[in-house]
Structures are given as structure tokens and as C-alpha cells.
């Protein structure tokens, strides 16, 4: 998408997490996404609620991948299982642990995070969505891979 729109792209976990998984501390990683977002075209990849009110107003468009949870799970296990097996290197240095994911139950699991949030997000997302603080915001909700590749194929760069 960044590149389709020749912007700066940002991931966010690449700026909350620091080396060994340990997140940055808040006033770090506001003022990393607010250095992030200064210039007049980016694209960010992720959702933090804690930087929302950086973002969001400064955003033109989101979009929503808003995928049924079926997709999502097994797409969060194909995802998790491909970069363990791979030992794929993330954000400054870190690798998936395996063992720490398929833990359900643990606060420290990609998919204890997915179940806890799926859900709210889906309810939540619609009411911020419409606050009027966000009404410049276009939202491009999409709900599943087809519509995803639809609509990028639509995206055009800008011009001039």
C-alpha cells in the first residue's frame, strides 16, 4: 500500500517492541509514532489504542480488515508457524516463540490477544468510527481477502 501510494510506511510494532519483546515505555513509543507520522504521507500498519489520538487525526483513510474470525485464526497460525519455523527476525531482533503462543491461556499469546479482542474491536471500532473528531476519516471497512484484493487493485498512485 505504501508503495502503491509512494508514502512512508510504519509498523507499528516495530515501534512499541524493543529488543527481547520488551515494549517501549509509553512516552517512547508515542513520540516514535508521533516522529513517524510528522510527514505529509505515511501508511501505518497496526492499531494501538494508545496512539490512536496521534494517528487518527491525522489519518485520511482506514482501513478495516474486518475478517471473519475463522480467516483471522488461521491466519494468525499460519503467520505464527511460518516465522517460528523460519526464525524469521521481527522488530529489533525478536523471533516468534512457539512454545509462548500455543500457551492459550497466557497474556503473552498472539492468540489469547486474538480472542480477547476480536470481538470488541468488531463492536468498538463502528462507534469510534462515527465520533465526530473522526468524521475527515474515510474508512474502507473490508471483510474479507477478495474485497482486500479488489480494492488494491483500485489504488491508484497520486499524481503530480
Do not use: C
Not at 508503495?3 to 517512547?28: C, G, H, I, N, Q
Not at 486474538?114 to 473528531?133: G, I, Q
Request: overall charge positive; aromatic content about 16%; proline content about 5%.
Amino acid at each position: 500500500m505504501a508503495a502503491r501510494l509512494d508514502s512512508d510506511f510504519l509498523e507499528l510494532d516495530a515501534l512499541f517492541w524493543d529488543a527481547k519483546w520488551t515494549p517501549a515505555s509509553p512516552e517512547v513509543f508515542r513520540a516514535r509514532v508521533d516522529a513517524a507520522t510528522a510527514g505529509p504521507a505515511w501508511v501505518a500498519a497496526g492499531n494501538y489504542g494508545r496512539v490512536r489520538d496521534l494517528l487518527w487525526p491525522r489519518a485520511t483513510a482506514i482501513v478495516w480488515l474486518d475478517y471473519a474470525l475463522p480467516l483471522v485464526f488461521w491466519g494468525l497460525t499460519a503467520r505464527t508457524l511460518r516465522r517460528a519455523v523460519t526464525r524469521e527476525v521481527l522488530w529489533n531482533g525478536n523471533r516468534e516463540n512457539l512454545w509462548q503462543h500455543g500457551k492459550l491461556w497466557s497474556e503473552d499469546s498472539l492468540f489469547y490477544w486474538l480472542f480477547k479482542t476480536y470481538w470488541r474491536y468488531r463492536r468498538e471500532f463502528p462507534a469510534h468510527f462515527a465520533e465526530p473528531a473522526h468524521a475527515h476519516i474515510q474508512v474502507i471497512h473490508l471483510r474479507s481477502r477478495r474485497e482486500t484484493e479488489a480494492w488494491l487493485a483500485s489504488v491508484d498512485r497520486p499524481r503530480g
